[in-house]
Nanobody, 125 residues
Framework: QVQLGESGGGLVQAGGSLRLSCAAS????????MGWFRQAPGKEREFVAA????????YYTDSVKGRFTISRDNAKNTVYLQMNSLKPEDTAVYYC??????????????????WGRGTQVTVSS
């Protein structure tokens, strides 16, 4: 069992930065690949980024490549999402999630075993 809790969301102007954190409970955090998803009002939840259990491999959706960076610290049971050059279209609730599936499934929300409650990110123009 893994419990996840996101923090770091807020209101920022376009072009600004935010760093989201996701703290996990349990001693098996390093066994899971981790992902970030987001959901804007009236839209489906979409994949943002994922990182392998050891932090070696990272994956991004095209719209955030070069602007967002996912990382993890297994000693602190925490995964991060550094978001730079934010745009109004990045406005959404951001969720972190844990999965035991392989990289083939990282973009598929249904393959994630555990989810946090989300943190709101609002980017003003």
């Amino acid at each position: 069992q893994v419990q996840l809790g996101e923090s770091g969301g807020g209101l920022v102007q376009a072009g600004g930065s935010l760093r989201l954190s996701c703290a996990a409970s349990g001693r098996t955090f390093s066994s899971y690949a981790m992902g970030w998803f987001r959901q804007a009002p009236g839209k489906e939840r979409e994949f943002v980024a994922a990182i392998s259990w050891d932090g070696v491999n990272t994956y991004y959706t095209d719209s955030v490549k070069g602007r967002f960076t996912i990382s993890r610290d297994n000693a602190k049971n925490t995964v991060y999402l550094q978001m730079n050059s934010l745009k109004p279209e990045d406005t959404a609730v951001y969720y972190c999630a844990a999965t035991t599936y392989g990289s083939r499934w990282y973009r598929d929300a249904i393959k994630y075993n555990y989810w946090g409650r989300g943190t709101q990110v609002t980017v003003s123009s």
